[in-house]
C-alpha cells in the first residue's frame, strides 16, 4: 500500500512557497516582485508531474479486481446528492485545513486563484479548457473534495466519506477505488495541520465586476492619448479598476480608495509588467490627500 498515487516532488513545495510569498508581496503592496513570485511558481516540472498522472488514470490502478473490493452500484441506489453541500465542505475544511489529506502538499480554493489571475494576468494563466494553459503551481495546489469512497460505489457526499485533496489525489483517483489504486485510506490517519494557509489572505481582493451603465457614454476616459494638464502627473496602479465613473484602488495600507474621474482626473485600464491595472493621470495631491506616496506609483511606461 501507498499513502498517494504519485509521491510529492520538491518543486512542488518550491512553487508553493513562491505563491506565498508573492501574496504576501501583493499584500505589502510590491506587486512587480509578487508578479516575478507567481510567474516563478508556473513550474513546468511541477506541470509535467501532475498533467502526466491526471490523464489517463486507468494506468494508475495496480490492482483492477481485489478481493473483497466494493462494485459500482445502480445510479438510483448512489446518494442523490452527488454535490457536496456548503456545510459539508465547511466543515471538511476546517477539520482537514488546507492540506491534501493524501499526500499532504497544501492546497489553494479556487477562488484565490481566480483572485489572483484577475490580478497578475500574464503570470497566473488560466484556461479552463486547456491545462496547457493553466498556471503549474494554481493546477496542481487546487484544493478538491474528494470522495474517499467513489460516488458510483455508494460513497456518500459526508463529513465521514469526503476529505480535503489536491488536483493529483483527486482527479487521479477518478472513479477508482483505495483498493484498486492500492493507495491507503487517509481517514485513518489525523489531519496533520501543518499550518498552510491557503494563500486566503488573498481572498479580500477580489475585483468586483465593474458596473458600467449601459447606454451611456462609457465611464473609461480615455487619458494616455491626452495631453495631461499642467502640474498633473500620470501613476500606474496596480489592481485597480474603473467602475461608474471612479477610480477604485485595491486595498492600500489597510483600504481601499477612490477617485472621481473628471477633466483632470483621469484613467484608463493597462497592463505593465505583466500586472494589470490603471493609468491615472492627476495631480499629486490628489494622492497625498488620501496618504498613498505617488512617487512609488509613477508610470514610468
Ligand atoms: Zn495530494
Known amino acids: 500500500m501507498r499513502r498517494c498515487i504519485k509521491q510529492p516532488i520538491p518543486e512542488i513545495f518550491a512553487a508553493w512557497d513562491a505563491m506565498k510569498e508573492a501574496a504576501e508581496e501583493h499584500v505589502r503592496g510590491d506587486f512587480v516582485r509578487a508578479e516575478a513570485l507567481f510567474r516563478q511558481a508556473d513550474s513546468p516540472k511541477v506541470w509535467e508531474w501532475l498533467n502526466s498522472a491526471w490523464v489517463g488514470v486507468t494506468k494508475n490502478v495496480v490492482e483492477m479486481k481485489p478481493a473483497g473490493d466494493t462494485s459500482v452500484i445502480p445510479k ?19 477539520r482537514d485545513g488546507y492540506q491534501c489529506r493524501y499526500c499532504g502538499i497544501p492546497v489553494v480554493h479556487a477562488d484565490i486563484r481566480k483572485i489572483a489571475a484577475k490580478l497578475y494576468p500574464a503570470s497566473v494563466g488560466w484556461n479552463n ?13 487546487w484544493l478538491q473534495f474528494d470522495h474517499v469512497e467513489p460516488h458510483s460505489h455508494g460513497g456518500r457526499s459526508s463529513t465521514e466519506n469526503v ?11 477518478d472513479r477508482f477505488t483505495l483498493r484498486q489504486l492500492h493507495v491507503e485510506d487517509p481517514r485513518l490517519r489525523e489531519p496533520e ?43 500606474f496602479i496596480p489592481g485597480a479598476w474603473v467602475s461608474s465613473g471612479y477610480l477604485l484602488t485595491p486595498i492600500i495600507e489597510g483600504k481601499s480608495r477612490w477617485f472621481k474621474l473628471s477633466e483632470e482626473v483621469k484613467a484608463e485600464y493597462a497592463v505593465r509588467n505583466g500586472v494589470g491595472g490603471c493609468i491615472l493621470v492627476c495631480h499629486p495631491k490628489l494622492l497625498e490627500r488620501r496618504g498613498i506616496n505617488g512617487a512609488l506609483l509613477l508610470d514610468t511606461h
Do not use: M, W
Not at 479548457?129 to 495546489?141: E, I, M, T, V
Open 129 to 141: 479548457r486547456d491545462a496547457s494553459k493553466q498556471h503549474a503551481g494554481f493546477q496542481c495546489l
Open 193 to 235: 495541520h501543518t499550518g498552510y494557509d491557503g494563500l486566503e489572505l488573498l481572498r479580500e481582493f477580489a475585483v468586483p465586476k465593474p458596473r458600467v451603465p449601459k447606454a451611456k457614454k462609457p465611464a473609461v476616459d480615455l487619458c494616455l492619448s491626452v495631453q495631461p494638464a499642467a502640474g498633473t502627473e500620470r501613476y
Open 76 to 94: 438510483s441506489e448512489r446518494d442523490p446528492d452527488r454535490n457536496i453541500a456548503p456545510h459539508i465542505r465547511k466543515a471538511v475544511l476546517e
Open 163 to 173: 476529505v480535503i485533496s489536491c488536483a493529483l489525489c483527486n482527479f487521479g483517483k
